[in-house]
């Protein structure tokens, strides 16, 4: 869940799931998106989230990423707009599904198989 804030239009992440977490190696539960570091990918998820949020329709994109560590992700991103006053989008609810066959960090996924 993203809460949307206006003048300026910032979006703070109220509640990041552990699987989420998992996944990126870092938990933004609580910090604002410009504070996160997303690297390259922040305009583009800044681009969404604010598509999202000035015009209250959902939106969905398959995401290509890159860690730090080198480790290549593919997942599809839903985000659906939420409003407090059925006017405008106080916050987003979004969702993730990770696309395990691009996972690249072979040893993890041996280390899976033979558990």
Not at 61 to 76: A, I, M, P, Q
């Amino acid at each position: 869940m993203v809460d949307v804030e206006n003048r300026p239009r910032r979006f703070r992440f109220r509640l990041v799931g552990t699987a989420i977490v998992d996944s990126f190696g870092l938990d933004v539960t609580g910090r604002y998106l410009e504070e996160v570091g997303f690297s390259d990918r922040a305009p583009s998820v800044q681009a969404h989230y604010g598509a999202v949020a000035a015009t209250g329709e959902p939106s969905c994109h398959h995401v290509h990423f890159t860690r730090g560590s080198g480790r290549f992700l593919s997942y599809e991103r839903l985000i659906l707009p939420l409003s407090s006053d059925e006017k405008s989008v106080d916050m987003l609810l979004g969702g993730i599904w990770f696309d395990e066959a691009y996972e690249t960090d072979f040893s993890a996924r041996t280390r899976r198989a033979n558990v």
